[in-house]
Structures are given as C-alpha cells and as structure tokens.
C-alpha cells in the first residue's frame, strides 16, 4: 500500500518535472525557433486535421441544439435555443470535445513519431552532432500545435454555430434570424475569447504532454504503440482537470 | 461519404466476422474475463475522474448563469440531472473509452501484426479473429454500459457536491429523477452498446491492417483513436436523433 502509494507520488512528480523542462526549454528557445520545422507541423498538426475538426464541428453543433433543445421547449424558452446553445458551444462544448479530439489526432501523432525517432537513437543522432533536439524538434512542435489547435478552434466554433442554427431550423421550427437574434444579443465578445482561451490552454496541454511521453519511449515497436496510448490518455486528463481549474476562472474574468 | 465509409466500413466487416468466429469457435472466457479487467476496470479511473470533472465544470458553469437570469440555480437541478444521464454522460464516457480502449487494443494488436505474430497463430490452425477479437468485443460490450452507470453517478455526484458545498444552495436537485423516464434509461443504453460494439471492432480494424515496421503502430494507434472518437460522436448523434424523431 504505501509502497504504491509511493510509486504513485514518484510518477506524478516525474511527470510534472519533465512538463516543466519541455516547457522551459520550449520558452527557453522561442526566440530562434526553427522555421520549416514550424511550420511543417503547423500544416501537419492544423491543416491536415481540417477535416476531422469540421465534422466533429458538425457533429457537435447538431449534437447540442439536439440535447438542449428539448429543454429549450419544455421550458418555454424556444427563443433563447440560439443564446444557450451557442453558450454551451463556446464556453464548454467545443473546447472540450475539439480538445477530445485532436488529443486522440495530435496528441498521439506527436507523441508516436517523437517515440520513433527516440526508440531508434535518433534523437540522441542529434545530441551527437551537437544539435538541440529541444531547438530543432520539440520547441517547433509545441508551438505549431498550440497555434494549430487555436485557429481550428475559431473554425469550428463558426462552423458549429452555422449547423447549430440549421438544426434548430430543422428541429425545433426556429428561423434563421431568430436564432441569430438571441445569439448576438445575448452573447459578448468575452464568451467568445473565454472559449478560445480554453482551446489554447488544451492545445498547449496536449502539445506538452504528448511530447514528454514521446521523449519518454523505452524498447522498440512497442514503446512506441504504448507512448501512442499514454499521450492519448494522459491528454484527456490533463484537458478534464485543465476544464476544472480554468471555468470558474474564466467566468470570473468575463462574467 | 467516404469519411463514412472509411470508419464503418472495416469495423463492420469485421462485425460480421466476429459473429461468424462466434458461432464456430465460441468464447474464451478466460480471454474474455482478462479483457474485461483491461478495458472495464483499467479504465474506470479515468472514466470517474473525468465524468466528476464534468459535472463539477457544468454545475459552475449553470450557476454563473443562473445567478445573471432566473436568480436559483436548483431550479435547473431535475432537467440538468435527465441532461447528464441521457446525453453528456453516454457521449463522454464513449469519447473517453474510444481514447483509452481504442488506443491500447490498436497498440497491442498492431505491434503483433507487425511482429508477424498474427500469421504465427493462423499457422498454430488458430483463429486469430476468435483468440483476440472476440474477447474484446464481448467484454467491451460488457464494460461500457457498467462503465456509463458508473461515470454517471460520478458526474452526478459531484455536481451535487459542489452545489451544496462550494455555492452553499440546496444540491439535491442534482440527483432529483423528476424528469427521468424509462426512454432516457433506454436512450442511454443504446448508446452505450452500440459504441461499446463499435470501439473494440474499429481499433481491432486498425490494428490487424497495421503493415511494416515500427512506425504502421504508432501510425495504427492515431488512426484508430480517431476513427474510434468520431465513430462514437456519430453513433451518438444518430441515436439521439432517432429518439427524437420518435418523439419520445
């Protein structure tokens, strides 16, 4: 028992320690970042995951005008469906399932191919021919991935209005201008950075953690499949418990 | 469409597979009662965490608007608790389920397959579908509706806890079935079988396919966890959807 418990308190400072190296040294070497690699995993980590974030930006939209709209009528509150709905979508929703998401796309495609080059001694390749591998490798990372997962964030979000309002449309009779009217009456320019606030802070949790258990890999092809799963997992803690601390603190901040 | 395709497709292939294993071969319970332990147990930490995470962040979130508009937030307490047990709990507990499960299942069978241990078993006149698919399959479909019970009264329970502790206002409402009916129970359960079907076949797709050296299983795992989440943001849409068409 205490021996586990031991274990336990190891790992968790373990983990936090190598969150705040790649962290510092990400911040360490922001200033002389390597340009391709930035901007090679800018296309890889957000254009090339464009499609995956519209349709779970479709998905979602539809998904929470469905569950919030039966509300919306038993209560009497038709006319609001545009305010809740889009509220619930910038405030919690779509951070926290496009933080879900790119977790399972991002996290785990950063973390298996950081695995990769580490399992097969490239990385300490790297360290032999006096190159940083924390310059040329993880700072780009964590950077292109935060800024990618930021600027699909502000696409899904529009994208997820726009279905949420077809779908009352189509579910709930409610018209277009309607929908849009609650909307902008209702909802403040503050809503909408809290939301993008979250999206960043679930980006760079994703980017860190991803990347210290792909530096972490041990042992071949399965060390490499196993930091794969463990970026996955650990990811989604991180997001739920990021959730936790930053939502009263944002509506602290924007009301 | 072919976004649809390619996530069903293979899983669904494989579906039929499965079955046809079943009828032939049989289950392994041994197998079976290992993967349950895996995928159900091993997974409940994070499936509780995460759900008492979620109830405790939308409770903050319903008191920060209720205070603005209609002034108590109990009110809300009968519908949010139908919410959670109908929608959010079944959607996130698959979401997190597919990370976890989908990841390590694509792991374990793509590093296999990669290994050529999969042909090493069809020469042993095994059926590799049977000695490692089924098993999955069942006890997923198994874990994941114990599993939504569980996250469930988790996301309740803490959204109680914080009402009543944190805001200082009476919290049970937060556990007040006012609202609930035998369809939302229902609702609920389907969701969790079909996504609980679906991760399993769709991560086991993945894996098996995995060709080449160390790199098909890291590139296997991402695949199958995307595929594994979007699928079960699908299933979860239809399902509600199809309820709300019968109006019910």
Redesign the interface.
């Known amino acids: 028992m205490i021996r586990a418990l031991g274990a336990f308190g190891l790992g968790i400072a373990r983990l936090t320690g190598a969150l705040a190296l790649v962290l510092a040294r990400t911040a360490l070497n922001l200033p002389r970042l390597d340009r391709r690699e930035l901007f090679r995993s800018i296309v890889l980590f957000g254009y090339r995951s464009l499609p995956l974030a519209l349709m779970a930006a479709m998905l979602i939209g539809s998904t929470v005008v469905l569950q919030a709209g039966v509300y919306a009528v038993k209560f009497g509150a038709r006319l609001y469906t545009g305010w809740a709905a889009g509220y619930a979508l910038t405030r919690e929703f779509g951070p926290l399932l496009l933080g879900l998401v790119m977790a399972a796309r991002i996290g785990a495609r950063n973390a298996a191919e950081l695995a990769l080059l580490n399992v097969n001694g490239q990385i300490e390749g790297l360290r032999g021919i006096s190159l940083d591998p924390f310059r040329i490798l993880v700072a780009p990372r964590v950077v292109g991935s935060a800024v990618a997962i930021t600027c699909l964030g502000s696409v899904t979000f529009l994208v997820a209005v726009c279905f949420e309002a077809v779908s009352s449309y189509f579910s709930l009779g409610l018209p277009l201008r309607v929908f849009f009217d609650s909307y902008q009456d209702m909802l403040r320019v503050g809503d909408l950075v809290g939301g993008l606030a979250k999206t960043l802070a679930f980006g760079l949790a994703i980017a860190l953690v991803s990347t210290v258990a792909g530096l972490r890999a041990k042992g071949g092809a399965v060390g490499v499949g196993q930091a794969a799963a463990s970026a996955v997992v650990l990811s989604c803690a991180a997001i739920f418990s990021l959730d936790l601390i930053l939502t009263p603190f944002l509506t602290r901040l924007f009301g | 469409m072919s976004?649809l395709l390619r996530i069903f497709g293979a899983p669904a292939i494989l579906f039929a597979r499965t079955l046809s294993a079943i009828r032939q071969r049989g289950v392994d319970r041994r197998a079976t009662m290992v993967q349950l332990v895996e995928i159900g147990s091993n997974s409940s930490l994070?499936i509780v965490?995460?759900l008492a995470?979620?109830g405790?962040?939308?409770v903050?979130?319903a008191w920060?608007?209720t205070r603005?508009y209609t002034g108590n937030i109990t009110v809300v307490g009968p519908?949010y608790f139908e919410?959670m047990l109908?929608?959010?709990a079944p959607?996130l507990v698959a979401?997190?389920a597919?990370?976890?499960v989908?990841?390590?299942t694509?792991?374990?069978l793509?590093?296999m397959s990669?290994?050529e241990q999969i042909e090493a078993l069809e020469l042993c006149a095994a059926d590799p579908i049977a000695e490692l698919v089924t098993p999955r399959f069942i006890a997923s479909l198994i874990a994941l509706p114990a599993l939504m019970v569980i996250g469930t009264v988790a996301a309740a329970a803490s959204a109680r806890l914080v009402v009543t502790i944190v805001f200082g206002a009476d919290g049970s409402a937060f556990t007040d079935a006012r609202f609930v009916d035998a369809t939302d129970i229902l609702c609920a359960f389907v969701k969790a079988v079909f996504c609980g079907a679906f991760i399993p076949l769709a991560a086991a797709a993945r894996g098996l396919k995995a060709k080449g050296?160390?790199?098909a299983?890291?590139?296997?795992?991402?695949a199958a966890?995307?595929d594994?989440?979007?699928g079960c943001?699908?299933i979860?849409?239809v399902v509600?959807?199809a309820f709300?068409l019968i109006g019910v």
């Not at chain 2, 299983?217 to 991402?222: K, L, P, R, S």
């Open positions: 976004a994070l965490s995460g995470f979620f405790a962040v939308m903050t979130i920060a608007q603005k519908a919410l109908r929608e959010f959607l979401i997190l597919a990370s976890r989908g990841a390590s694509s792991a374990e793509a590093a990669v290994n050296g160390a790199p299983v890291g590139e296997a795992v991402t966890v995307v594994a989440s979007m943001l699908l979860d849409f509600a959807a709300l």
